[in-house]
């Protein structure tokens, strides 16, 4: 009897060894199904997613998500639009090489579309951001010769009369500027900076020339002109001590003394000259530069994270 209760136990644990084998194999061979639950990624929910850290000026993250969309749904309708946006982040960031790479891409990726001709425009901007104003306008001009919609043609035309503005080509902006169409929602803004940039002819300012002819009457005289009365005085003290001191030298017959006491006069001297001519570029710089900020840039690149293709442009741009 012994015996057969034994054999019954072992029987019974036999099977329950067997089983914890079994379930620790079954465990290997479905893992996800035991322990997890599987992610479905929504197109819709993942782009807004990515959007939504865009609007919080989370760039890199919104990067991260953009590129994701478009790894899982490269033919989705959004995709081109996704890619653009990669860029515009970029320019957020200032990061001008990697978004005009981004830009270039949707171009050959997506030809004669509607997304191509924006980061045509986005490539121009790249460029004015970065202040190369020159390739700028080559870029918003490659805008108006491929014809596009209304809207971006407008907004190219905006931005050639900013970029001469900030090329101190004051007429040329103000004929720009003429342009833009009077259906645009930047007409109104475009017609006074059209006037505004006539004024920036008549800007106050200093001569170089006169400021380096003045510092080399009276060393000093030249700061004075450009109002740097502080350094005027530091100039013309300085430069009178070593003129006095060698003055002085030569005086006593302390002719080596008083040869470099010339030399290094003349060092000081030459420096005064070229100090005065760069204070007058600095101060006309610095009233072009003022004067450009007192006037409203009503172009926005939010126009290009809307639902709309070419949304009204008439919201100021924030960098």
């Known amino acids: 009897m012994i015996f057969g209760g034994f054999t019954g136990t072992a029987n019974i644990m036999s099977k329950g060894v067997a089983l914890a084998v079994l379930f620790f194999f079954v465990s290997l061979l479905w893992p996800d199904f035991l322990l997890s639950e599987q992610i479905i990624i929504d197109s819709d929910e993942q782009f807004h997613f990515a959007k939504r850290l865009m609007e919080r000026r989370e760039y890199q993250l919104a990067v991260a998500e953009f590129e994701r969309f478009i790894h899982f749904f490269p033919n989705d309708d959004k995709a081109p639009k996704a890619r653009c946006l990669v860029g515009v982040c970029y320019l957020h960031k200032k990061e001008y090489e990697s978004a005009r790479k981004v830009f270039a891409d949707v171009c050959k990726i997506y030809p004669d579309s509607a997304v191509a001709e924006q980061a045509l425009f986005l490539i121009g901007e790249s460029y004015y951001k970065q202040s190369v104003q020159k390739e700028a306008r080559r870029y918003f001009k490659m805008v108006l010769d491929q014809h ?27 004929e720009a500027f003429t342009l833009v169409e009077e259906s645009s929602p930047l007409y109104a803004s475009s017609q006074d900076l059209s006037r505004r940039s006539q004024q920036g002819e008549d800007l106050p300012r200093k001569h170089p020339t006169a400021a380096g002819v003045a510092a080399a009457i009276i060393p000093g005289l030249g700061h004075a002109y450009c109002s740097r009365y502080r350094d005027a005085l530091i100039s013309f003290l ?25 030399f290094l006069e003349t ?31 009503n172009l926005d690149l939010e126009l290009f994270t809307t639902s709309q293709v070419y949304p009204a442009l008439a919201l100021k741009i924030r960098f």
């Open 267 to 297: 060092g000081w001297y030459s420096g005064n000259i070229y100090s005065a001519v760069n204070c007058a570029h600095k101060h006309n710089r610095r009233v072009r530069d003022n004067y450009r900020k007192s006037l409203s840039d």
């Open 148 to 174: 596009p919609e209304p809207g971006l043609t407008n907004a190219a035309t905006y931005r050639i009369g900013w970029s001469y503005m900030h090329a101190n080509k004051w007429r040329d902006a103000s």
């Open 238 to 262: 300085l430069n009178g001590l070593f003129i006095w001191a060698a003055a002085e030298s030569f005086d006593q017959d302390h002719d080596i003394l008083g040869g470099i006491l010339g």
